[in-house]
């Protein structure tokens, strides 16, 4: 407490502004990374802030159950087409009207093979729309998708104004997008801030934080020195070794979701020899010793997996990660051929907790089996723009906690193909594939219990463990933290 106190004490010092002068109806949000760009259709990044300038046709509440967003309502018409009725007198906030040729040019954009979206994966299943009428439209996939309604619930699926996105251009919209959604953008400053304004003729009504600054402060410390005096109200991604200060502050609130952050995860470049061969890779993974990072490096603030899916996910299966054995990691190489081991390069960049520090732990476990890492840690906006990644081993978080399906936990990063997969096993591409075109619930779960089981034997990458979510607040601000990992700005008030 008295090491807080002396960082609040500094930063009142050096740090101009206070909450005490800021109106009631403005909040400062710190974020660890910056903001690079904001066109929802093609996110390298968290889509954190485009969730507060944006909506979808569906949405979740409170509770996680889909609910009317942008359309009031949607029926299955046949096995591949669903239709939306949209609702009607909503405007972007440039004034143009939303309709059904906005969705239409939303989704259009996306699966425009030349536009490689990086987040494709997600719709993949949509072959087309129809418009029906000004505010009806049919979303056709290219097999029976029951996760359609799902998939329009999450980027990239946020809907874009056609004239404004046709005026400025897809770099021109990326830097000041225009949405339906409760904030609209004021200023942009890349590696700075994003400033919003609440709309007031948003659909759900008028919010009650007037204005939302989100800062990019990239040290875990300045970040929480900024929280205790006043400076900010609300900060992402806490340092597990400083969150007790925060929890024994007289000024904020430790907010901690459980299995609410990203799965890290090793990316293993599989064309890339050794990494095609199966048992350099099961010997990687199980000289990994995950429970004593969790507990003596990330202070127990992140559950050890031994899948990419998430437990609050449809289709879930509790996989234990493989037991931690260097001895017999190191038999498993000299039967692949690598009795000596062998040098490879690992990337990793400074966005996740501790990752460092993490990043430093695995490549000494991987030399105890005689696997020397050449270790790179690149900036993270030049790591978010590395897609596909190269590798051939690398650090990377994953999530489908907006989706809460098993499918976006796993097609975008083990199917052969996909942007950000690096992965290219056959018999689990055939299960990926057939995941999507089943309609019945419980077949649909066996199959997503096939592709884990088949994933912990081949390891086309090594899930390592997944995050809490760990958020630092004003107590004068009213905010819990989602299982989805949105921060709703709408949701929010102060006292």
Do not use: C
């Not at 403005?26 to 954190?48: H, K, W, Y």
């Amino acid at each position: 407490m008295r090491q807080l106190k002396a960082l609040a004490l500094a930063a009142a010092i050096l740090l101009p502004g206070s909450a005490a002068w800021a109106q009631a109806s403005q909040i400062t949000i710190a974020r660890p990374v910056s903001t690079t760009a904001m066109d929802p259709g093609f996110l390298r990044e968290a889509a954190t802030i485009v969730d507060n300038i944006f909506d979808t046709l569906v949405m979740r509440d409170k509770a996680m159950q889909l609910v009317p967003g942008l359309a009031e309502s949607w029926t299955s018409i046949d096995d591949t087409t669903w239709e939306f009725k949209l609702r009607q007198g909503v405007k972007f906030h440039n004034g143009e009207d939303f309709n059904a040729e906005a969705v239409k040019f939303t989704i259009d954009r996306i699966i425009d093979p030349a536009a490689k979206s990086p987040t494709l994966s997600y719709i993949r299943t949509v072959a087309g729309v129809d418009v029906v009428d000004p505010y009806t439209v049919r979303i056709r996939t290219t097999e029976p998708d029951p996760l359609l309604p799902t998939r329009m619930s999450r980027y990239p699926a946020y809907i874009v104004p056609p004239g404004y996105v046709k005026q400025v251009g897809n770099d021109g919209f990326a830097s000041k997008p225009v949405g339906t959604g409760p904030y609209q953008l004021t200023a942009f400053i890349p590696d700075q801030h994003v400033i919003l304004k609440a709309n007031p003729n948003y659909w759900r009504g008028k919010p009650s934080i007037d204005q939302v600054t989100w800062r990019a402060i990239p040290d875990g410390t300045a970040r929480i020195t900024a929280l205790v005096t006043g400076e900010v109200d609300l900060i992402e991604g806490v340092p597990v070794d400083l969150a007790p200060m925060i929890s024994s502050s007289s000024d904020a609130d430790l907010v901690q979701v459980k299995n609410g952050g990203l799965t890290i995860y090793l990316g293993l470049v599989m064309k890339d020899k050794p990494l095609d061969n199966v048992k350099v890779r099961q010997a990687l993974d199980m000289a990994i010793d995950r429970k004593g990072i969790v507990d003596n490096i990330l202070k127990g603030m992140a559950t050890p997996k031994g899948t990419q899916v998430g437990p609050a996910d449809f289709g879930y299966l509790d996989i234990p990660p493989p037991a931690y054995d260097p001895k017999k990691a190191k038999a498993l190489l000299a039967e692949a051929g690598f009795p000596d081991g062998f040098r490879i390069k690992m990337q990793s960049t400074l966005r996740y907790m501790k990752d460092g520090e993490v990043a430093q732990a695995i490549a000494q476990q991987f030399g105890d089996i005689g696997v020397k890492i050449d270790q790179e840690v690149l900036d993270w906006s030049v790591y978010v723009q590395q897609v596909p990644r190269k590798g051939p081993i690398f650090m990377l978080g994953w999530g489908s906690t907006q989706t809460l399906d098993a499918d976006a936990a796993v097609y975008a990063i083990l199917r052969t193909g996909e942007p950000y997969s690096t992965a290219s096993i056959p018999e689990l591409d055939k299960l990926l594939d057939e995941s999507r075109k089943i309609v019945d619930p419980e077949a649909r779960r066996t199959v997503l219990h096939n592709i884990q089981k088949l994933a912990a034997e081949q390891v086309p990458l090594i899930t390592l463990y997944q995050e809490d979510s760990l958020y630092g607040k004003a107590k004068t601000l009213n905010f819990e933290g989602r299982p989805d990992a949105r921060i709703p700005v709408f949701e929010m008030s102060k006292r």
